[in-house]
């Protein structure tokens, strides 16, 4: 009886739940946890007034000490101050105390570990080898007369079987059949573009608060002899209406020089005129430079005497090199923030004046683009012909501007005709210093093959060499590719020209032997293949979207690279790889393009800087051979920041026979245009003979209609365009209709 009351008891409360379940549960009010006291307790609020501190200063402290005090009249919104993100050490955030108990302590356990042991037992195992002869002897066995008979039948299958045998047992021991090839199909470890060893490391990046900061990079150069010393030129980045407005006034401007001991402080700066636009080492002399200016002056620096200084002044006199040392005259206790600091180390950085500075009426009437120094110890005599220094020093260097001359200059005033300096000693004596001016050696005017003016120069790569010492390759504004040759006209020579169309001069009238249109811009580098000999005829030029590859004698490039999205700044060929070109964008982007892996697209993409690049330039190499050789490269952006990479292995170390097909490939290329040149001339002369038996038969045609169309009226003459018509057989069927309408209307 128990169990039936259980049995039913557990029926009614399974029918009470499920009855219970279909209902809908009542809300209920919420209960406080503790939780919103915690939120009450983390809220800031304020409990008293806040304070208001005013500070003053009696003003016979600030007439004391008026050289140590400045004030400015501007209102503090108009003082601008850069505040950089840093971490503070004193901040901290406090947090509630918490009463929590943690015990880390591991629990032990107690086993028992037994490993197997075997008992050491001495054995001996000798193995006899089964020899078994297969020949067969024939004093115990003769043979049989069946096998006698298959002697001959055996020889001649040996005989037939014994060449491809011994063939196939020499291929076995010459190729590896036992090595998979599809494993050896895979990427050398010297393939670039996809392992990590190919990307470019930041050795170290140079910027200035003051003088380059915010500032173009126009020009980099390594100092000859020396690794760690880089000279770098900065322009302000602004417009041409500003700069022309700012072109009547007087404005001085730098040149920096960046040592790798230390990244913070220029080692010295060179003070110019007015902005500098192009600087470059003295290839014999590293402490002279030569830089051209954006009004066309050209001046010259020494540094040889403070680079002496420098190795002579003790340490503790070195505190320019220091980073954030102060000035010992700077007073004690005095207010004053970083920037103060940095300026007053900067106060102790040797400034340099230039030695010499052109006039303005006597140099460029444009912007100096480019300059270079003479090469292979030769230079300009007084006529215009290149003889051998006599003292193995490079003295003389080229200038081109935008105004259609090059210039050729001397460092050694003395060696300036007199002739030449009858007017401007006329004009040194009436001066108050009584100095000789300083003029260019020789001006040679670069005036386009028809006639129509000069070129604007911008880039120029000149190198005095055995075939030709005179020629000169540069490119304009307008994005063409020039080859001038600036000798006089005794040592004129021909310039080998392959292709018969494009503006060449064959008359000798100007100093430009060919323009060839290249870029829909300006071209902003030029530079010649730097492997001698088998590829010096080859020249790389950097402008719009693209580059192109031009070989002396052709009117068009013989290799162009597609149109990239970003517009490309600069560019150089790689030193020690003759297949591998560096490309800088304006996007901040350094592209490496290797010609002979693919040539429709770069093979590394690495990001430099937000800002454009605007110049690089290699360190020149020394010995490649050495295992310890670094391959150095400068990049400067329009922000003014220089950034110094060490290239990798991968880059440096060029691949077997690299050069070799670097030259098939350019020649094939080479081919490749002049083919498509004849067949161009081909076409052209086709589709006129197309164009003549066309007209011919329509001539005819006219010749053969009824008489009836002969005597109608000519229609009246309408252009082309507006005439619906133009087609003959339109007009015809349009004649028929409108005869057809006359006769219906004559039977109505």
């Not at 998979?180 to 490391?201: A, C, P, R, T, Y």
């Not at 001069?505 to 492997?531: C, I, M, Y």
């Amino acid at each position: 009886f128990i169990s039936v009351s259980n049995r039913l008891k557990r029926v009614a409360q399974r029918e009470l739940c499920s009855h219970n379940m279909e209902e809908v549960a009542p809300v209920n009010d919420w209960v406080s946890q503790g939780s919103d006291k915690e939120i009450l307790e983390e809220r800031v609020a304020e409990n008293r007034a806040r304070l208001k501190i005013h500070y003053t200063r009696p003003r016979e402290f600030f007439v004391a000490r008026q050289g140590d005090i400045k004030l400015s009249s501007r209102e503090a919104l108009e003082c601008s101050t850069e505040l950089r993100p840093f971490k503070d050490p004193t901040y901290d955030l406090h947090k509630l105390e918490h009463e929590i108990s943690i015990q880390a302590v591991t629990p032990q356990h107690g086993r028992v570990v037994q490993t197997p042991w075997q008992r050491k037992v001495e054995s001996a195992v000798q193995a006899q080898p089964t020899v078994v002869d297969v020949r067969k002897d024939f004093t115990r066995d003769p043979l049989t007369q069946e096998e006698q008979n298959r002697i001959p039948e055996v020889t001649d299958h040996l005989r037939a079987v014994y060449p491809r045998i011994k063939h196939n047992l020499v291929q076995n021991e010459v190729v590896p059949i036992f090595v998979d090839d599809f494993n050896q199909l895979e990427d050398d470890e010297s393939f670039i573009g996809h392992k990590e060893e190919s990307v470019l490391k930041e050795y170290q990046s140079f910027v200035h608060h003051t003088w380059t900061k915010g500032k173009k990079i126009t020009s980099i150069d390594w100092q000859p002899k020396s690794n760690r010393i880089v000279a770098i030129s900065v322009v302000e980045e602004i417009g041409f209406t500003e700069r022309l407005s700012l072109s009547r006034k007087v404005k001085s401007s730098m040149v920096i020089i960046w040592s790798f001991s230390d990244p913070i402080h220029p080692q010295f700066v060179l003070e110019a005129p007015n902005e500098v636009n192009i600087v470059r080492f003295n290839p014999t002399q590293p402490h002279l430079l030569a830089g051209g200016c954006m009004n066309g002056q050209v001046v010259t620096w020494d540094i040889g005497r403070a680079q002496e200084q420098m190795k002579t002044k003790s340490k503790k006199s070195m505190r320019a090199t220091v980073p954030g040392a102060i000035s010992p005259t700077a007073p004690s206790g005095s207010p004053g923030d970083d920037r103060e600091g940095d300026s007053q180390d900067d106060a102790n950085i040797l400034k340099i004046k230039w030695t010499q500075i052109s006039k303005v009426e006597t140099g460029h009437r444009r912007s100096v683009n480019d300059l270079t120094w003479m090469h292979d110890h030769q230079e300009s005599n007084f006529d215009g012909k290149l003889v051998p220094t006599q003292d193995d020093i490079q003295h003389q260097f080229l200038t081109i501007s935008s105004d259609g001359f090059l210039f050729i200059w001397d460092v050694r005033r003395d060696n300036i005709r007199n002739d030449k300096l009858r007017k401007t000693k006329q004009e040194a004596a009436k001066s108050s210093t009584g100095e000789l001016p300083w003029i260019p050696l020789i001006k040679v005017q670069l005036s386009k093959i028809d006639g129509t003016g000069d070129i604007a120069g911008l880039r120029m790569f000149s190198e005095v060499r055995s075939i030709d010492p005179y020629r000169l390759c540069c490119t304009t504004e307008d994005g063409e590719f020039c080859v001038a040759n600036w000798a006089p006209q005794e040592e004129k020579k021909e310039t080998p020209v392959t292709m018969d169309f494009g503006h060449i001069d064959k008359e000798n009238k100007t100093p430009l032997k060919s323009v060839s249109p290249g870029h829909f811009g300006p071209a902003w580098s030029v530079q010649r293949h730097p492997v001698k000999d088998e590829l010096s005829d080859y020249y790389l030029t950097v402008g719009d979207w693209s580059f192109k590859i031009w070989q002396i004698g052709t009117s068009s490039p013989i290799v162009q690279s597609p149109c990239q999205t970003a517009q490309m700044t600069c560019g150089r060929w790689s030193p020690t790889r003759p297949s591998i070109v560096f490309i800088g964008s304006d996007d901040g982007y350094l592209q490496i393009w290797d010609l002979l892996d693919r040539s429709h697209e770069a093979t590394i993409i690495q990001s430099v800087s937000q800002s454009a690049i605007t110049s690089i330039e290699f360190k020149p190499p020394t010995d490649t051979r050495n295992t310890r050789f670094h391959q150095w490269l400068a990049v400067g952006d329009e922000g003014g920041v220089l950034h110094i990479f060490e290239l990798p292995r991968i880059l440096v170390r060029p691949h077997a026979h690299e050069q070799r097909n670097m030259e098939q490939y350019l020649s094939r290329e080479l081919k490749r245009v002049n083919y498509f040149g004849v067949r161009w001339q081909i076409r052209k002369k086709e589709l006129e003979e197309l164009q003549a038996r066309l007209q011919q038969e329509k001539l005819e045609q006219l010749a053969s209609a009824p008489i009836d169309d002969k005597n109608m009226p000519p229609p009246p003459v309408i252009e082309e365009e507006e005439n619906p018509f133009a087609d003959e057989i339109v007009f015809r069927e349009a004649v028929e209709d409108f005869e057809k309408a006359l006769e219906e209307n004559d039977e109505a």
